[in-house]
């Protein structure tokens, strides 16, 4: 007999009813059943198992849990890396739940056993006992889910309890049905119970085999009926008359020799086909075999476009009708496709990749391209792939198999050289189903693709003659072994002048056709579509530029149709009616210089911005908090840009001299609070003298009567009266500069920020928070900083530009090795900044602190 305990844990089981002597697996993985497996090891590995009455419960109270459970002991537990847990579980007696402890966060209860009636007449027990032994051979004997050996487990029960527990715990029953058998306290009763129970599997399962056998008749039935139906394709050949099978084979044959196919994959088409020929008419392998030779034979197999060699003016013409701008894309794609053209209509070794931020148009230039071309466009979205069959298929042995996207593309496009876009391909990601981007290298690799295996087809094709052109948002995403394949064309965003002639010449006539209004053609006035430009949107493309004409139109066309007066001309002022009030119309700037608030410049999926960094510095511990939603690249920054702050406050002469007279220094001086020792709170050790020592005076050099004979100036020395307090000794900077408290923060905090260009403005709002000295205004800084001071060069110079224009800034610091790309953009762009360049941050100084300006000529222009 198990010894009781008045308090163990209880776990509640959805659909198990543990037995005594019974052992059984459980995983767990609710929050209640984990602690009590937990809690355990406190109960000498021993908890109650009660069942719930209702499975779907999730999380059950003490009236959803029967009270009657089994007491078991905890064989062995882990915990898996879901999180989950895994025990083996050894039941030990029948109990009965007389309350709960505690409900959270786990059930503890206190029991007592259930004590099982005294045995009166033994013959008639002996008597029930045997009958549910045969009831249970049988029962074990048409059940192949149970092991033989269960059968044997009956030979070692002695008593009516025991037999019970045994035969129970291997009954293949529902869970409310194993209850019964569990509960009760009379052993006749008990016994009474699983004899009927077991009567009644038994025929169930005796039903259940007759009708097992009479679908087994059926299904002979039909494979005499397959059996004739061979027996009549024979006679038919004796005949001399064609079957239906004959037909088909016929009929693929006839296909297979209008196509241009290489020896090997002919060879083994036609193999198939005689395979399919040979299959009975009613066997699942002739749909599978169809849909296979009708994938195959359906592809264009050496087909070409009516214009297989570029030409290299229609698309140039064609590019520059679609798109405005974008001068060095189309150059770069004209220069692609002049190669082509030379090369006979064979695409160059290298495939095209179009990175830009969303809008930009690089999806429209390919499709332009394209047309151009005079060749199908194909376009494959690549976002969210994870699955290697999506880019090379599934072999025919999976149960729904098909090609991978590129074999579908061509069998769409109907001819072996169209254009696929490859959309999105720095968003494909890899798991345990295999690596999309392994599968591509062999796409898209010059050498590889003239022998691509789609898994489905296993058959090689070619595919050096396609036009493949990947998009992509990040090229820091791109995988490295595709990127290294791919010639990477930039589409920068585009300036306000370059979007006030898009909507003009584009969006405004495609849209008033859309909304059923082309004849009124544009309504805006030129400083309307300004104002939607600047004050509506912040994007680096035209896409929320061409939503926000769209709802104009469609208000328009709602007061055409309700017959109301539609305006002729829609000014600036009128813009509020169709579309509210501008979103960014105040400016975000300060306009007067601010200690500790620098502008960096970011570069976003959505174009550039302007970064407000903002820093506090206070007396302290010496901690350091950042916030506002910081990325770890971007985290590093700050801590680089502290490092080199902490370090050449002291050892840098410039610096350090500022550092010296600085206003901040004198403040933290005075407010310097020295770190508490280890012997007492608030005591502070002094130098070598010992003046002061745990919080009590100690003489050093001091007469017997407690005064000096004078102090440094001369003067004779007056004891104060009392315990004299020393001045303490004044900090180091290294001390002073490491007992700080700083506050970084970067508003906006629900937006995610990353990278490392915002180094400069990081040290430059730290350093005026340091000395105290304000940041002019209207100055914006981009460059990643070393521990040594060094500027680094950063990108996104187009969008960062564009983004100072917009938001009011005037001047704009960046590294040297930026000159020559900054002088390869639009004068636009430069016309209304002065660029200053340097190489070092103490070069930032005089150009964006207050009061050094005599040595703003340091920086490069």
């Given at each position: 007999?198990?010894?009781?305990?008045?308090?163990?844990?209880?776990?509640?089981?959805?659909?198990?009813?543990l037995?005594?002597?019974?052992?059984?697996?459980?995983?767990?993985?609710?929050?209640k059943?984990?602690?009590?497996?937990?809690?355990?090891?406190?109960?000498?590995g021993?908890?109650?198992?009660?069942a719930?009455?209702?499975?779907?419960?999730?999380?059950?109270?003490?009236?959803?849990?029967?009270s009657?459970?089994?007491?078991?002991?905890?064989?062995?537990?882990?915990?898996?890396?879901?999180?989950?847990?895994?025990?083996?579980?050894?039941?030990?007696?029948?109990?009965?739940?007389e309350?709960?402890?505690?409900?959270?966060?786990l059930?503890?209860?206190r029991?007592?056993?259930?004590?099982?009636?005294?045995?009166?007449k033994?013959?008639?027990?002996?008597?029930?006992?045997?009958?549910?032994?045969?009831?249970?051979?049988?029962?074990?004997?048409?059940?192949?889910?149970?092991?033989?050996?269960?059968?044997?487990?009956l030979?070692?029960?002695t008593?009516?309890?025991?037999?019970?527990?045994?035969?129970?715990?291997?009954?293949?029953i529902?869970?409310?049905?194993?209850?019964?058998?569990?509960?009760?306290?009379?052993?006749?009763?008990?016994?009474l119970?699983?004899?009927?129970?077991?009567?009644?599997e038994?025929?169930?399962?005796?039903?259940?085999?007759?009708?097992?056998?009479?679908?087994?008749?059926?299904?002979?039935?039909?494979q005499?009926?397959?059996?004739?139906?061979?027996?009549?394709?024979?006679?038919?050949?004796?005949?001399?008359?064609?079957g239906?099978?004959?037909?088909?084979?016929?009929?693929y044959?006839?296909?297979?020799?209008?196509?241009?196919?290489?020896e090997?994959?002919?060879?083994?088409?036609?193999?198939?086909?005689?395979?399919l020929?040979?299959?009975?008419?009613?066997?699942?392998e002739v749909?599978?075999?169809?849909?296979?030779?009708?994938?195959?034979?359906?592809?264009p197999?050496?087909?070409?476009?009516?214009?297989?060699v570029?030409?290299?003016?229609?698309?140039?013409?064609?590019?520059?009708?679609?798109?405005?701008g974008?001068?060095?894309?189309?150059?770069?794609?004209?220069?692609?496709?002049?190669?082509?053209?030379?090369?006979?209509?064979?695409?160059?070794?290298?495939?095209?990749?179009?990175?830009?931020?969303?809008?930009?148009?690089?999806?429209?230039?390919?499709?332009?391209?394209?047309?151009?071309?005079?060749r199908?466009?194909?376009r494959?979205?690549?976002?969210?792939?994870?699955?290697?069959?999506?880019?090379?298929?599934h072999?025919?042995?999976?149960?729904?198999?098909?090609?991978?996207?590129?074999?579908?593309?061509?069998?769409?496009?109907?001819?072996?050289?169209?254009?696929?876009?490859?959309?999105?391909?720095?968003?494909?990601?890899?798991?345990?189903?295999?690596d999309?981007?392994?599968?591509?290298?062999?796409?898209?690799?010059?050498v590889?693709?003239?022998?691509?295996?789609?898994?489905?087809?296993?058959?090689?094709?070619?595919?050096?003659?396609?036009?493949?052109?990947?998009t992509?948002?990040?090229?820091e995403?791109?995988p490295?072994?595709?990127?290294?394949?791919?010639?990477?064309?930039?589409?920068?965003?585009?300036?306000?002048?370059?979007?006030l002639?898009?909507?003009?010449?584009?969006?405004?006539?495609?849209?008033?056709?859309?909304c059923?209004?082309?004849?009124?053609?544009?309504?805006?006035?030129l400083?309307?579509?300004?104002?939607?430009?600047?004050?509506?949107?912040?994007?680096?493309?035209?896409?929320?530029?061409?939503?926000?004409?769209?709802?104009?139109?469609?208000?328009?066309?709602?007061m055409?149709?309700?017959?109301k007066?539609?305006?002729?001309?829609?000014?600036?002022?009128?813009?509020?009616?169709?579309?509210?009030?501008?979103?960014?119309?105040?400016?975000?700037?300060?306009?007067?210089?601010?200690?500790?608030?620098?502008?960096?410049?970011?570069?976003?999926?959505?174009?550039?911005?302007?970064?407000?960094?903002?820093c506090v510095?206070?007396?302290?511990?010496?901690?350091?908090?950042?916030?506002?939603?910081?990325g770890?690249?971007?985290?590093?920054?700050?801590?680089?840009?502290?490092?080199?702050?902490?370090?050449?406050?002291?050892?840098?002469?410039?610096?350090?001299?500022l550092?010296?007279?600085?206003?901040?220094?004198?403040?933290?001086?005075e407010?310097?609070?020295?770190?508490?020792?280890?012997?007492?709170?608030?005591?502070?050790?002094?130098?070598?003298?010992?003046?002061?020592?745990?919080?009590?005076?100690?003489?050093?050099?001091?007469?017997?009567?407690?005064?000096?004979p004078?102090?440094?100036?001369?003067e004779?020395?007056?004891?104060?009266e009392?315990?004299?307090?020393?001045?303490?000794?004044q900090?180091?900077?290294?001390?002073?500069?490491?007992?700080?408290?700083?506050?970084?923060?970067?508003?906006?905090?629900?937006v995610?920020k990353?990278g490392?260009?915002?180094?400069?403005?990081?040290?430059?709002?730290?350093?005026?928070?340091?000395?105290?000295?304000?940041?002019?205004?209207?100055?914006?800084?981009s460059?990643?900083i070393?521990?040594?001071?060094?500027?680094?060069?950063?990108?996104?110079?187009?969008?960062?530009?564009?983004?100072?224009?917009?938001?009011g800034?005037?001047?704009?610091?960046?590294?040297?090795t930026?000159?020559?790309?900054?002088?390869?953009?639009?004068?636009?762009?430069?016309?209304?900044l002065?660029?200053?360049?340097?190489?070092?941050?103490?070069?930032?100084?005089?150009?964006?602190?207050?009061?050094?300006?005599?040595?703003?000529?340091?920086?490069?222009?």
């Amino acid at each position: 007999m198990v010894e009781t305990r008045r308090a163990v844990p209880l776990l509640a089981t959805r659909d198990l009813v543990l037995f005594p002597g019974m052992i059984a697996p459980l995983f767990v993985e609710r929050e209640k059943g984990i602690r009590a497996l937990e809690q355990t090891q406190q109960s000498d590995g021993l908890l109650v198992l009660a069942a719930q009455r209702l499975p779907s419960t999730d999380d059950p109270e003490p009236s959803d849990i029967y009270s009657v459970g089994t007491l078991a002991k905890v064989v062995q537990s882990s915990r898996l890396a879901d999180g989950t847990m895994k025990a083996l579980i050894e039941g030990r007696q029948r109990v009965m739940i007389e309350g709960y402890e505690t409900v959270s966060p786990l059930f503890v209860v206190r029991y007592a056993p259930v004590e099982s009636k005294p045995v009166e007449k033994k013959a008639r027990l002996r008597a029930l006992m045997d009958s549910v032994a045969r009831e249970f051979a049988s029962y074990v004997g048409q059940t192949p889910q149970l092991p033989e050996e269960a059968e044997t487990a009956l030979e070692r029960v002695t008593s009516p309890e025991d037999m019970v527990n045994v035969v129970a715990a291997n009954l293949l029953i529902a869970p409310d049905r194993k209850q019964e058998l569990l509960e009760g306290d009379d052993p006749e009763a008990r016994l009474l119970l699983l004899l009927e129970t077991l009567i009644q599997e038994n025929e169930f399962i005796a039903l259940e085999n007759e009708i097992s056998e009479r679908v087994h008749d059926s299904f002979e039935r039909q494979q005499r009926k397959v059996f004739l139906h061979e027996r009549l394709r024979v006679l038919q050949e004796e005949l001399g008359e064609e079957g239906e099978g004959e037909t088909e084979r016929g009929a693929y044959l006839k296909l297979l020799q209008e196509k241009k196919l290489p020896e090997a994959a002919a060879a083994a088409l036609t193999k198939e086909i005689n395979r399919l020929n040979d299959l009975p008419p009613l066997s699942a392998e002739v749909a599978v075999a169809k849909t296979y030779l009708d994938t195959a034979l359906g592809l264009p197999w050496g087909a070409r476009s009516a214009s297989s060699v570029p030409d290299v003016a229609a698309v140039a013409r064609v590019l520059d009708e679609t798109h405005y701008g974008l001068e060095n894309v189309k150059d770069r794609i004209i220069e692609y496709l002049a190669v082509a053209s030379l090369r006979g209509g064979t695409p160059p070794n290298t495939i095209l990749c179009l990175v830009g931020p969303p809008g930009v148009g690089k999806t429209s230039v390919a499709m332009a391209t394209a047309k151009g071309l005079q060749r199908p466009l194909q376009r494959i979205s690549l976002g969210g792939v994870r699955d290697e069959g999506e880019i090379r298929g599934h072999r025919r042995t999976y149960v729904g198999a098909m090609p991978g996207r590129i074999i579908d593309a061509l069998k769409r496009a109907g001819v072996d050289d169209p254009v696929v876009v490859l959309d999105e391909i720095d968003k494909i990601e890899s798991d345990w189903r295999g690596d999309p981007a392994a599968a591509l290298m062999e796409v898209l690799d010059p050498v590889q693709n003239r022998s691509f295996r789609d898994n489905y087809l296993e058959l090689e094709y070619d595919l050096s003659h396609v036009f493949f052109i990947a998009t992509a948002n990040y090229e820091e995403d791109i995988p490295e072994t595709l990127h290294d394949r791919l010639e990477i064309i930039r589409l920068p965003g585009y300036t306000d002048r370059e979007k006030l002639e898009i909507a003009q010449r584009h969006l405004v006539p495609k849209i008033a056709e859309e909304c059923g209004l082309a004849e009124l053609g544009n309504v805006f006035t030129l400083p309307a579509l300004r104002a939607m430009v600047r004050d509506y949107t912040r994007e680096a493309g035209v896409r929320e530029l061409a939503r926000l004409i769209g709802k104009v139109y469609r208000r328009l066309a709602r007061m055409k149709v309700e017959g109301k007066r539609i305006p002729r001309r829609i000014g600036s002022r009128g813009l509020a009616r169709f579309l509210g009030p501008a979103p960014f119309l105040a400016p975000r700037l300060h306009t007067e210089p601010q200690i500790g608030v620098s502008l960096g410049l970011a570069y976003t999926g959505a174009g550039g911005d302007v970064l407000r960094v903002e820093c506090v510095v206070t007396p302290g511990k010496g901690d350091f908090h950042l916030t506002g939603q910081l990325g770890e690249v971007m985290q590093e920054s700050v801590t680089a840009a502290w490092g080199y702050l902490k370090t050449s406050l002291v050892r840098d002469p410039v610096l350090s001299a500022l550092w010296a007279n600085s206003p901040g220094r004198e403040y933290l001086l005075e407010n310097y609070q020295p770190p508490e020792n280890n012997e007492e709170s608030g005591a502070w050790r002094a130098g070598p003298e010992g003046r002061v020592s745990g919080g009590r005076v100690v003489n050093s050099g001091v007469g017997e009567r407690g005064f000096r004979p004078s102090d440094r100036r001369g003067e004779p020395f007056r004891p104060a009266e009392g315990p004299v307090e020393p001045e303490p000794p004044q900090p180091s900077d290294y001390e002073l500069l490491s007992a700080l408290e700083v506050r970084m923060h970067f508003p906006e905090g629900g937006v995610p920020k990353e990278g490392p260009s915002a180094g400069i403005a990081v040290a430059t709002a730290l350093l005026s928070a340091l000395l105290q000295i304000p940041v002019r205004p209207k100055v914006a800084l981009s460059g990643e900083i070393t521990l040594t001071g060094q500027v680094l060069p950063v990108g996104g110079l187009k969008e960062k530009l564009l983004a100072a224009l917009r938001e009011g800034v005037q001047t704009v610091i960046l590294p040297t090795t930026v000159k020559p790309e900054v002088g390869e953009l639009p004068d636009e762009l430069k016309r209304g900044l002065e660029i200053v360049y340097v190489d070092r941050f103490v070069e930032v100084l005089p150009l964006a602190l207050v009061g050094l300006e005599e040595g703003k000529e340091e920086g490069q222009k």
